[in-house]
């Protein structure tokens, strides 16, 4: 019998998805808190992670990477103003 056992090294993404913030550079309230973690993986499967947590801000639409936390995602309010 041949058993062909594969294991290696392979980043370990997690996006928060609790609050959602405006890219400034696509102006699309698509950018997410992530975490990424390097870890040691046999046959594809992440096991045990290796080394610290890397956390940064990704937008999911023009794929912009920045370290500082961008303007949260306040929708439009179209309601118009109370009349007094």
Do not use: W
């Not at 997690?14 to 973690?37: E, F, I, L």
């Not at 370290?67 to 309601?79: F, L």
């Amino acid at each position: 019998m041949f058993f062909c056992l594969i294991f290696g090294f392979d980043k370990l993404r997690r996006k928060s998805g609790k609050q959602v913030y405006v890219c400034p550079n696509c102006s699309a309230a698509d950018v997410y808190h992530v975490k990424t973690n390097d870890c040691f993986t046999f046959c594809f499967i992440p096991l045990i992670p290796c080394g610290g947590t890397k956390e940064y801000y990704e937008c999911f639409t023009c794929g912009r990477v920045n370290v500082y936390a961008p303007m949260p995602y306040a929708p439009a309010n179209h309601a118009p103003p109370p009349k007094r």
